[in-house]
Every structure is written in C-alpha cells, then in structure tokens.
C-alpha cells in the first residue's frame, strides 16, 4: 500500500511539473505573440531559434517607435532544457533619442526568481557599411543597486548578390556591490539569405566572482521582420 501510494504521489508530482510547464510556456507565448501581433504599427526586429546540447531557446524581439524620438524595445526569450524545466526573461526599454545614436533609456527587466527590476541609462547605436555596434549601460534603482553593461556587434558582409555572411556578439554583463554577478556571451556565424539567417551557435555564461562556467553550443535560425 505504502508503495502504491508513492508511485501515485510520484505520478502527480510529474504530472504538476508538465502543466507548470506547459502553462509557462502558454504564458509567455501569448505574450509574445501579443508585442509581435497586438501593438499597432510594431515591428518585430526578429525571431530566433537556437538549439544546443543542453537546452533551447526561442529569443523574440520588437521594436515600436511610439513617438518622434520616443521608442519602445522588448525582450521575450524563453528556454527549455531537455528535463522540461523552463525559464523565462522579459525586457522593455523605453528610450528617448538625445543627440545622433545616443539615447536616454529607462529599463524595466522581469524573471522568475528575480522578479520586476528597474533600471536607467544610457544606449548608444553605430552602423558603418555591413558593422553595426550597439551598447547600453544601465543602473538598478534599488537599494543595492547593479550596474549593467551591454554590448551587441553584428558584421554581414557580402558574399553574393543574394548571399550575406553574418557574424554576431552579444555580451551582457552586471556587477554589484559584492563584485561580478554574472555574463553573458552569444556568439552567432552563419549565412544570411533575404530575411533568413541560419548557422552555429555558442551561448556562453559565467556566473559569481569565481566565475562558474556554463555553455551551449548548437544551431540557430532567425528570421527578421524588418
């Protein structure tokens, strides 16, 4: 009897765990569809599916200018181990253009576990040809505040009429008063035809001032709305 009752309890255990997933991922879906399909006049930047050895990620972002100056940017990524353990990071960022690709931001980042953040701070954008660079430094505002720096470089050079090659880094770091909290690297390299792009993938992480070090390395597509 008493190991019946284990296995049903078992059973009921997994299945809670398939719906608390299946409802993060109804969640955060329908938020994404509702930035991409709900907001008037929105343009999706672009959506990106990257598989790796340890888990996958749908990574969804859009831009909506609101105003002369005034734009609105989000983040909706969502991951998916292979143990059906998601996780989920929200990002909005409203920011006002002060001179050429300088602009004054104010961020709002939410996450289980972390909760709502706000933030304030700077971004600044450059294109020159195929190179485009983009950066963002931000400060919590909170009691202990976290400083959060951003740096985002994307090369496509030409291969053919029809054909770009297409090179990216992305890199997130935050650090507080104890020291570094934790970074993030994504690499992208891959061919880009039209609005498509596709190739291989390396996430990189590090976390705590030891610097414990994680990875995923697989393949990605992306598509662009532009």
Known sequence: MTDRRTVIASQRELW??????????TTAAALAATL???????????????????SATLDLRVGVELAPKLNLFTINRITADYDNDVGYFGL???????VGGLDFVMETQAAPG???VERAG??????????????????????????????????????????????????VTNVGEQGHNFSEQRLRAGVKVDKYEFGASVDLAETGNEA???YNIGGFVRVSFD
Do not use: W
Request: hydrophobic share 40%; aromatic share 10%.
């Open 16 to 25: 809670g765990r398939k719906m608390d997933m299946i409802n993060k991922i």
């Open 36 to 54: 991409l399909f709900g907001v008037p006049e929105a343009k999706a930047d672009y959506a990106e599916l990257m598989a790796g050895h340890n």
């Open 92 to 98: 909005a960022d409203l920011s006002y253009n002060v």
């Open 114 to 116: 972390m909760g709502v």
């Open 122 to 171: 700077l971004q600044y954008f450059a294109k020159i040809d195929e190179l485009s660079i983009f950066g963002i430094g931000t400060c919590s505002l909170q009691k202990n505040p976290t400083g959060e720096f951003a740096l985002n470089i994307r090369y496509t050079p030409t291969l053919t009429d029809d054909v770009n090659l297409m090179f990216g880094l992305e890199d």
């Open 212 to 214: 414990d070090f994680s």
